[in-house]
């Protein structure tokens, strides 16, 4: 019998597995080591990501009094590197026009807006409002989209009162999640936004006059509300061609149920975006190319203003499933950030693709590395021993080869029962994670115990992978981050070993256990 309760103003949960009580304090069996978290109460999507002067502020979706979803303000955090974050005072509050949604915000160095003052930079945020009063009469324009302002570098902010809202609601109910980018190829500012089932452009000189381009749909792939959506410029690794790349979260419809967000390659001729040929054959075929193919990586976004965001653009994902987002079994906080990733646009023999990989500075935080040249594998091998490797905070870099046509798993297990099965599966031809064992909390386990999967074209006789381990998350970067996977656990103890199962003989190549120290 397993059952859970509530003890202590919600500071720890007793769990009963068995005939043994056991405590779990949540700060120190499941508060990340290298995740961003809110110190206290409910996060949802990451909003304002914008660089300035050596800093990424990052601002979120916050109820700061409780740890449910509630009438919505900004929270904010900045960092020097992308790994350690520092939260900040609450930036933007709910106000007449209603609570604060999803958006964007941008370091206006041009002061285009014209809201600089005495050689002030403005950060401009452009944001949703969304008219909880008027939702209860039943009414559809509910949602318009805000505009706030600072001069300090986002710590405090400044409604455009005279201004607001900059775009009314001509009656879509799902009108939300202004995505503002400086587009460097037409110099003039592009936002996309989410109108119910569609993506909508708009341009601007000022950021405060909106003009209306065009629509985007996705006609292959039918999902549910679209949500958050990002839409840039990027050149292709290696050279100057430059391609245009839409983000798009949708709820439902998600690779493996629930929400989940795709990605768009194409050109833009600053009206219309288009579908590259290839990449839209690339969609045909394969019905969906998701930034993550995890349950757990929602409401990506990335940031605006980066030194080198030409070439590269760093994202960052609220780290849950909408189908399960109040369940995970924290009470102090609730609600994780994905590790920040770095995009790169590759063009393959196919099509183009992302390449997705944690954001580079996690390396100074490696304390330890054991390496590991080659295992010939019988079935099966113990890659980490027990106790060997902190396995909360830990990447594993691994190739195997020699595949057949058959099913390698890696495993984690502790001593409590948990597992945690991944690995690629050349008789199914897909990437999976099998969470199904892996739960202390019986309403999370109910919620999450499947596996999910990521299909391949070919079977694989080699592959590489990069194993990102916390204490609540795995993130699992495939064949150089060409698809990604991301799913989170509530354990009864960490994990301590690491084995992994095939049928017959293979080889581990380049095994690289780096052990991080965030202190
Ligand atoms: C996505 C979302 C957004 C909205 C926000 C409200 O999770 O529904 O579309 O702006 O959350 O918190």
């Given at each position: 019998?397993?059952?859970?309760?509530?003890?202590?103003?919600?500071?720890?949960?007793?769990?009963?597995?068995?005939?043994?009580?056991?405590?779990?304090?949540?700060?120190?069996?499941?508060?990340?080591?290298?995740?961003?978290?809110?110190?206290?109460?409910?996060?949802?999507?990451?909003?304002?990501?914008?660089?300035?002067?050596?800093?990424?502020?990052?601002?979120?979706?916050?109820?700061?009094?409780?740890?449910?979803?509630?009438?919505?303000?900004?929270?904010?955090?900045?960092?020097?590197?992308?790994?350690?974050?520092?939260?900040?005072?609450?930036?933007?509050?709910?106000?007449?026009?209603?609570?604060?949604?999803?958006?964007?915000?941008?370091?206006?160095?041009?002061?285009?807006?014209?809201?600089?003052?005495?050689?002030?930079?403005?950060?401009?945020?452009?944001?949703?409002?969304?008219?909880?009063?008027?939702?209860?009469?039943?009414?559809?324009?509910?949602?318009?989209?805000?505009?706030?302002?600072?001069?300090?570098?986002?710590?405090?902010?400044?409604?455009?009162?005279?201004?607001?809202?900059?775009?009314?609601?001509?009656?879509?109910?799902?009108?939300?999640?202004?995505?503002?980018?400086?587009?460097?190829?037409?110099?003039?500012?592009?936002?996309?936004?989410?109108?119910?089932?569609?993506?909508?452009?708009?341009?601007?000189?000022?950021?405060?006059?909106?003009?209306?381009?065009?629509?985007?749909?996705?006609?292959?792939?039918?999902?549910?509300?679209?949500?958050?959506?990002?839409?840039?410029?990027?050149?292709?690794?290696?050279?100057?061609?430059?391609?245009?790349?839409?983000?798009?979260?949708?709820?439902?419809?998600?690779?493996?149920?629930?929400?989940?967000?795709?990605?768009?390659?194409?050109?833009?001729?600053?009206?219309?975006?288009?579908?590259?040929?290839?990449?839209?054959?690339?969609?045909?075929?394969?019905?969906?190319?998701?930034?993550?193919?995890?349950?757990?990586?929602?409401?990506?976004?990335?940031?605006?203003?980066?030194?080198?965001?030409?070439?590269?653009?760093?994202?960052?994902?609220?780290?849950?499933?909408?189908?399960?987002?109040?369940?995970?079994?924290?009470?102090?906080?609730?609600?994780?950030?994905?590790?920040?990733?770095?995009?790169?646009?590759?063009?393959?023999?196919?099509?183009?693709?992302?390449?997705?990989?944690?954001?580079?500075?996690?390396?100074?935080?490696?304390?330890?590395?054991?390496?590991?040249?080659?295992?010939?594998?019988?079935?099966?091998?113990?890659?980490?021993?027990?106790?060997?490797?902190?396995?909360?905070?830990?990447?594993?870099?691994?190739d195997l080869k020699g595949l057949k046509k058959e099913?390698?798993?890696?495993?984690?297990?502790?001593?409590?029962?948990?597992?945690?099965?991944?690995?690629i599966?050349n008789?199914?031809?897909?990437?999976?994670?099998?969470?199904?064992?892996?739960?202390?909390?019986?309403?999370?386990?109910?919620?999450?115990?499947?596996?999910?999967?990521?299909?391949?074209?070919e079977d694989q006789k080699e592959v590489?992978?990069?194993?990102?381990?916390?204490?609540?998350?795995?993130?699992?970067?495939?064949?150089?981050?060409?698809?990604?996977?991301?799913?989170?656990?509530?354990?009864?103890?960490?994990?301590?070993?690491?084995?992994?199962?095939?049928?017959?003989?293979f080889v581990?190549?380049?095994?690289?256990?780096?052990?991080?120290?965030?202190?």
């Open positions: 019998m397993t059952f859970k309760k509530l003890v202590l103003c919600g500071l720890s949960l007793a769990y009963f597995s068995g005939a043994v009580a056991q405590e779990i304090n949540e700060e120190t069996a499941y508060r990340p080591n290298f995740h961003f978290t809110p110190k206290k109460n409910w996060m949802n999507d990451p909003n304002g990501l914008f660089y300035a002067d050596g800093v990424y502020h990052l601002f979120f979706q916050h109820w700061p009094y409780g740890n449910v979803w509630g009438p919505m303000h900004w929270g904010h955090a900045t960092s020097k590197d992308l790994v350690k974050w520092e939260e900040q005072p609450i930036a933007l509050y709910p106000d007449r026009f209603g609570y604060i949604f999803s958006g964007s915000a941008v370091y206006d160095t041009k002061n285009t807006s014209g809201f600089g003052k005495d050689g002030k930079i403005p950060a401009i945020a452009l944001f949703t409002y969304h008219d909880s009063a008027k939702e209860k009469t039943g009414a559809t324009d509910v949602e318009s989209q805000g505009l706030a302002y600072s001069l300090d570098n986002g710590q405090t902010w400044t409604k455009y009162d005279e201004g607001n809202p900059v775009i009314k609601n001509n009656g879509i109910r799902d009108f939300r999640d202004p995505k503002v980018t400086w587009d460097w190829v037409n110099n003039k500012w592009i936002m996309v936004l989410a109108a119910k089932d569609r993506a909508q452009f708009y341009t601007s000189d000022n950021l405060k006059d909106w003009k209306y381009l065009s629509d985007f749909e996705d006609k292959v792939s039918k999902h549910g509300t679209w949500e958050c959506p990002d839409f840039f410029p990027i050149k292709v690794k290696g050279t100057n061609e430059v391609k245009w790349v839409l983000i798009q979260s949708f709820y439902p419809g998600g690779a493996n149920g629930g929400s989940g967000t795709q990605y768009y390659v194409g050109d833009f001729d600053g009206k219309n975006f288009t579908l590259d040929k290839s990449f839209a054959q690339k969609l045909e075929k394969e019905k969906g190319i998701w930034l993550d193919y995890g349950r757990d990586n929602y409401a990506s976004v990335t940031w605006g203003g980066s030194p080198d965001e030409q070439y590269k653009k760093y994202i960052i994902g609220w780290m849950i499933n909408l189908d399960y987002a109040f369940e995970p079994p924290t009470n102090i906080w609730r609600g994780t950030n994905t590790v920040a990733r770095e995009l790169e646009l590759i063009k393959d023999k196919n099509s183009y693709r992302f390449s997705i990989a944690p954001v580079a500075a996690l390396k100074k935080y490696v304390a330890a590395t054991e390496t590991q040249k080659k295992i010939t594998v019988n079935q099966t091998a113990e890659l980490i021993k027990e106790g060997k490797t902190n396995l909360t905070q830990a990447e594993i870099n691994l099913k390698y798993s890696l495993v984690l297990s502790n001593k409590t029962g948990d597992t945690l099965k991944f690995g599966d008789t199914a031809k897909n990437l999976f994670i099998d969470r199904t064992a892996s739960s202390n909390s019986t309403t999370f386990k109910n919620r999450t115990a499947k596996v999910s999967k990521a299909s391949l074209t590489s992978f990069k194993i990102l381990l916390d204490k609540t998350s795995i993130e699992l970067f495939y064949n150089d981050g060409d698809k990604v996977l991301t799913e989170i656990f509530f354990l009864k103890s960490p994990f301590t070993t690491l084995t992994i199962e095939g049928k017959s003989k581990v190549e380049n095994l690289v256990i780096n052990q991080f120290n965030f202190k």
